[in-house]
């Protein structure tokens, strides 16, 4: 099972060719990066990877944490978040789950249990988790859920799996409502498909739908758009794809998102819903 995400095939290559720049920024966490003060970013792999992680950090800390809690993170990718987690909390029970094996492999060779967890990563589609009814106290997906094939599915699926009381939180960008179908069609474009894959974007009254229909009362939400605006200049500097000079599909599809938000047409929000007890 799997599907076609460009971006990580380019990563998981630079990995195996033990490209030290993508080792560092992207061997951990593949996503964007979070600056408490963004003026003070530089456009290092190493600035990048701790924006990276404390991006992680912000994730979770919208599901109220605490050690012993039976925790899921979907999307897990290199398993970055439960590495994080696995750190900072003891006695928990982390389970990742991804589409794709091959991230997978590495995040079973990279992240070592320690502080009297336990961590196991399986492979499962989000949108039909590979899990027992009410198994979980917390079930997070850090920008992943615009890969989903269908969040309201998702949803229902974090939903059965939490215990009653138990917290989803989820980091995605949504677009304002007016700008939806552009930044859809932004999204569906070839630079970005090219790079990014699938990706379908949501509104916060989408949000707002999704929680009322799948029984989820919305508990949190945190704008973070400034503090990640920094990624874009790292992103570009990394030259992802090599073009002699000229202007790549990839950067084009960076430049875009850029764009979108500065002026404040797709934001960064972290979310944070709660099954009833
Ligand atoms: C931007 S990456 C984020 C990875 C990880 N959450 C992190 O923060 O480092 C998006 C992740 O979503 C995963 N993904 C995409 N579609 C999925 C699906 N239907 N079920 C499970 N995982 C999926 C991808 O394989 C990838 O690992």
């Known amino acids: 099972m799997s599907i076609n995400l460009p971006y990580f095939d380019l990563v998981l290559e630079r990995l195996a060719k033990n ?21 003070r970013a530089v456009p290092t792999a190493e600035d990048y990877a701790l924006a990276a992680e404390a991006l992680s950090q912000q994730v979770y800390g919208a599901a109220n944490m605490a050690d012993g809690q039976q925790i899921l993170d979907v999307g897990c990718g290199f398993g970055g978040t439960i590495a994080s987690l696995n750190e900072n909390f003891s006695d928990l029970n982390l389970v990742g789950v991804n589409i794709d094996e091959r991230q997978l492999e590495r995040a079973r060779l990279k992240v070592a249990a320690q502080n009297g967890n336990r961590i196991e990563f399986k492979q499962g589609d989000a949108c039909a988790l590979p899990i027992a009814d009410e198994a979980f106290d917390r079930v997070l997906a850090v920008e992943c859920i615009f890969h989903f ?109 850029k764009l979108a938000g500065r002026l404040g047409l797709v934001r960064y929000q972290i979310l944070g819903f709660q099954k009833p007890r």
Not at 19 to 39: K, Q
Not at 242 to 249: D, E
Request: a positive charge.
């Open 149 to 257: 094939s269908d969040r309201r599915r998702f949803f229902d699926e974090a939903f059965r799996v939490l215990k009653p009381g138990g917290y989803l939180a989820l980091s995605d960008m949504l677009p304002a409502a007016w700008y939806a179908n552009i930044a859809q069609l932004g999204a569906s474009a070839s630079p970005t498909r090219q790079l990014f894959g699938h990706c379908q974007v949501c509104t916060m009254s989408g949000y707002q739908r999704l929680a009322e229909e799948s029984g989820f009362a919305f508990t949190f939400k945190k704008d973070i758009t400034a503090n990640t605006i920094p990624t874009y200049a790292f992103l570009l500097a990394l030259k992802i794809q090599r073009t002699n000079g000229k202007l790549s599909r990839s950067d084009l599809g960076i430049h875009g998102l």
């Open 19 to 39: 490209d030290p720049e993508f080792e560092i920024a992207f061997g951990r966490h593949v996503h964007w990066g979070y600056w408490a003060d963004p003026s």
